[in-house]
């Protein structure tokens, strides 16, 4: 199976968008784009490591931004229904991101910074 057009994933991103609570969206001003980039992690060491959506807050407003190409990068051999769960997985990640910032939590930063200590202590050379 080819890995479905951008257009049909941020139809699938809306599908699953309407699947939450609107409560959710609270001082979600900038929504949620789905960009045609790849973007890689910081701390990437090969091509194992991409970034597939990020919580943004800044001056301007919050938002999530989720990345098509990192997406079919990472993604690109499931069929049509993993993917939508995996597309689930990534937009409540980064909808937890905005609502434990609303609530002063970072429960789900500490689990993302232990995850990246974890990969960097495997990628070690000994």
Known sequence: MDFP??????E?????????PPIFFEKLNLGIVLLDEMKRHPASQGDDLWILGEYTRG???????????SLKTVFNR??????????????????RH???FLSGERGL?????AFLKAYQNRKRPK
């Open 109 to 113: 930063e500490i689990e993302d910074e």
């Open 59 to 69: 001056p301007i407003g919050n938002g999530i931004r989720l990345y098509y190409l």
């Open 12 to 20: 699938i991103l809306d599908e699953l968008a309407e699947e939450l």
């Open 78 to 95: 499931l069929d049509e229904q993993s993917l939508v769960e995996k597309l689930r997985g990534v937009l409540r990640h980064e909808f």
């Open 5 to 10: 057009s951008i257009e049909r994933i941020n």
């Open 98 to 100: 905005h609502l434990e």
